[in-house]
């Protein structure tokens, strides 16, 4: 399926909560907490369910049009636990569409261990993982429902970089990458204490230069290290659900950087929904639910509850009151319908990104090159400029170093005179050198040939987060 077919829900804004860490969510509760919800912009709700103990409290969330994501609760789900279809046609019957079935199964030892410890943890982690994950799929696809590759924790005694590589490698190996055809990726990508744009952040880069997601991703944008996976493997995205998103009060993982205070859990918290509604981070992510909206009755991590948390005299945290303050409106996504053709005219404008300090690289100018010399494209820093060109192509990827942003690409995409718009989602010149290059010699002006997979590597991403995040912390 692609990105625009998956069930998403009508007032999208990209972001909700995990409800509770109970097996039993109270239909009733959530029906009380459903004012706060729209007040706060939650559109998805993450419901941790023992059999069909949620399927009450899953049907008002969807009354109330905000998407359940149910977790089939089984403690120590690996390697062997398979969803009942009896129950998933349960969750189904009330508009359920999303399951997770397993949770972090790279993490096989300890108190915090998902594996069933009589059943060989360490052998063939990876193998009888994804051999549970076809299960799964098979019994809730047959149900019409999406099963979710599981969601692995950052770092873990299976490194999660490591276990996703060989994850997709496996099913490239079985030819099993079609269980991506319906299906989709519960995520973690926890921040930590890390900035939203670790490992670029300027401290990072300073200490470990040219570090990447590929190598080091135990935060926020983890989802771009398993979003690259997709594009090698199967050529286009697949939806990633946050199910457990956003940092934690007391998170101090990494001591280059600020504790995670009451304050700056706000803050960033508030970053990662204002770049879900804006367009910053990719479509693939599509949602991030916030660890953990509140106790309920279940004092289990009492300690990340955004409502009444005994650590902060049991009053709301600030992050309540900033999420509430945010203007509201539904993430920018392609809208199904038919695809736009370039306008034969051949008049076309090459759109690059600049702000009040700084325009694109050099490097990246140089990339085109090859690419303007071929087709004698317009190229401008100006959106009034490139609205006058019925064929505009953005370049650079929305968290590209100097990004034309998605408030840009919307006012370019609603005037009349401009007939088609592309985004080229690069982040690098290397990248971008190789696509317009590979347009120049194929004879493919508007890369309408190009496979998908060649959207490239390796991500920059935008500086503002660590910014504010010392400017809260001074």
């Known amino acids: 399926m692609d990105l625009k077919d998956y069930p998403r829900p009508k007032f999208d804004t990209g972001y909700g909560f995990h409800w509770n860490a109970s097996a039993y969510p109270d239909a009733n509760t959530i029906r009380n907490t459903i004012p706060l919800l729209k007040e706060l912009g939650a559109t998805w709700l993450k419901l941790v369910c023992d059999g069909d103990a949620g399927v009450a409290a899953a049907q008002v969330a969807v009354q109330n049009d905000i998407e359940p994501i149910v977790r089939l609760y089984r403690l120590r ?24 079935w ?11 261990a998902e594996w069933d ?10 193998g009888r993982t994804m051999e549970q994950f ?5 019994v809730i696809n047959q149900a019409g429902g999406i099963a979710l590759f599981p969601a692995l924790t950052p770092g873990g005694d299976y490194g999660h970089e490591r276990f996703y ?26 921040p930590l204490n890390h900035p939203l744009d670790y490992p670029y ?45 956003g940092t934690e009060p007391g998170q101090e993982d990494d001591r280059r950087y600020p504790k995670i205070t009451f304050e700056l859990h706000g803050q960033v918290n508030a970053a990662i929904a204002e770049g879900m509604m804006s367009g910053r981070w990719r479509q693939s992510l599509f949602t991030q639910c916030f660890w953990l909206l509140g106790i309920f009755g279940h004092y289990a991590f009492e300690a990340a509850a955004w409502l009444q948390n005994p650590l902060y005299n049991g009053q709301n945290l600030p992050a309540i009151g900033l999420l509430k303050a945010l203007p509201k409106r539904p993430r920018p996504f392609p809208v199904p319908g038919p695809v736009p053709q370039p306008d034969p005219s051949g008049f076309h404008c090459l759109l690059l990104g600049q702000t009040v300090q700084s325009i694109v690289p050099w490097t990246w100018i140089e990339a085109l090159q090859l690419y303007l010399q071929t087709y004698r494209s317009t190229l401008t820093f100006s959106h009034d400029d490139a609205q006058r060109y019925p064929n505009v192509s953005i370049v650079g990827a929305v968290d590209a170093p100097v990004p034309v942003s998605a408030e840009v690409e919307a006012i370019v995409r609603q005037n009349p005179n401009v007939k088609w718009v592309e985004r080229i989602s690069v982040n690098d010149a290397a990248a971008l050198r190789a696509t317009m290059n590979a347009r120049a010699t194929t004879n493919d002006k508007y890369g309408l040939a190009m496979p998908k997979a060649l959207a490239p590597l390796p991500i920059r991403v935008l500086r503002r987060a660590l910014r ?3 400017a809260i912390r001074e």
Do not use: K
Request: with cysteine.
């Open 77 to 100: 789900p690996h390697p062997a636990f398979v969803v009942d279809r009896v129950i998933v046609d349960r969750y189904r019957a009330v508009g359920v569409n999303y399951f997770e």
């Open 102 to 112: 397993g949770n972090e199964p790279n993490i096989r030892w300890g108190e915090a």
């Open 117 to 126: 410890p009589n059943a060989n943890p360490g052998q063939d982690t990876v």
């Open 134 to 138: 076809l299960r799964n799929a098979n």
């Open 165 to 190: 590589a060989d994850a997709f490698a496996w099913l490239q190996q079985h030819n099993e990458l079609g269980v991506f055809d319906r299906n989709a990726i519960a995520i973690h990508n926890r």
């Open 201 to 245: 952040d300027p401290l990072n880069q300073h200490d470990h230069p040219g570090s990447t997601v590929a190598e080091d991703s135990t935060c926020f944008l983890m989802y771009q290290l398993v979003d690259d996976l997709c594009q090698q493997y199967l050529g286009r995205p697949v939806p990633m659900l946050g199910t457990e998103a």
């Open 468 to 470: 504010r995040a010392r």
